[in-house]
C-alpha cells in the first residue's frame, strides 16, 4: 500500500533516495508546488489531482518500477525528466503545461502527448533511440521543438513539420537535425519551405 505523503513545504526533495520499496502517495495534496525526484530509485509517485503542483523534476532517475500520475494536476506548467529509464515516455491531458525536457534519455523510443494545449517548448534531443513522437496541430503554442541527434523515420519527421505548418504559429524553432533522423520529404519538405516564410528556424537533415 502506498505511504500517504504528509510535507511541510511547497518543495520537497527526494533526490538520490532509494524509495524502491515505497510508493509515494500524494494524491490529492495541496501543499506541494515544486518535487524533486532526482538519481532517486523509486518504486511509483502518485501526484493525482494535486493542484497546486506547478513543476517537477527527475533528472537521472535510477530506476522506477510503477508509474508517475499527473492525472488532474491542472497547474503543472514544467516537467524535467531528462535521462528517461524506459523506452516508452507518456503523459496525459496537463492543461497548463508549458515546458517538457526528457532529453538525455538513451532508453526512450517512443513518446506519447496528451492534450497538452498551452505547451511551449518540447526539447527531446540526445535520445539516440527516440523513433516515434506524435504532437498535434492543436499544440498552437508550439515554438520551440527541439528533437536532435535522434532516430526519427521519415514519415515521423514529415509529420512533425507537417504539424507544426498546420498549427499557424510564427516565429519558432525546430530542430531535427543530427543522429540517424531521416531528412524530409514531399509533404514535408513543402511544409519547411512553409513554415520558414513564417519566420521559423527549421534545421533538418
Request: with cysteine.
Amino acid at each position: 500500500m502506498a505511504n500517504k505523503v504528509s510535507v511541510a513545504t511547497s518543495s520537497p526533495i527526494f533526490a538520490g533516495m532509494d524509495l524502491t520499496d515505497i510508493p509515494l502517495d500524494f494524491a490529492g495534496d495541496q501543499v506541494v508546488k515544486r518535487l524533486y525526484l532526482d538519481r532517486a530509485k523509486l518504486h511509483s509517485v502518485d501526484l493525482e489531482d494535486c493542484t497546486s503542483l506547478m513543476f517537477i523534476q527527475m533528472i537521472d532517475i535510477e530506476s522506477l518500477a510503477g508509474q508517475i500520475k499527473l492525472e488532474g494536476c491542472s497547474a503543472l506548467e514544467e516537467i524535467i525528466a531528462r535521462g528517461w529509464p524506459h523506452s516508452t515516455y507518456s503523459i496525459g491531458d496537463l492543461p497548463a503545461l508549458k515546458t517538457l525536457d526528457i532529453r538525455d534519455s538513451d532508453n526512450i523510443s517512443e513518446v506519447n502527448l496528451g492534450e497538452i494545449l498551452a505547451i511551449e517548448s518540447i526539447t527531446a534531443g540526445n535520445c539516440p533511440n527516440l523513433e516515434e513522437i506524435g504532437i498535434s496541430e492543436n499544440f498552437t503554442a508550439l515554438v520551440d521543438l527541439k528533437l536532435f541527434d535522434c532516430a526519427l523515420t521519415q514519415s515521423v519527421v514529415n509529420d512533425i513539420l507537417v504539424t507544426l505548418d498546420a498549427a499557424g504559429a510564427e516565429n519558432g524553432e525546430v530542430d531535427l537535425a543530427g543522429g540517424t533522423s531521416a531528412a524530409p520529404n514531399g509533404a514535408g519538405a513543402t511544409a519547411v519551405t512553409s513554415l520558414e516564410g513564417k519566420g521559423w528556424n527549421v534545421n533538418t537533415n
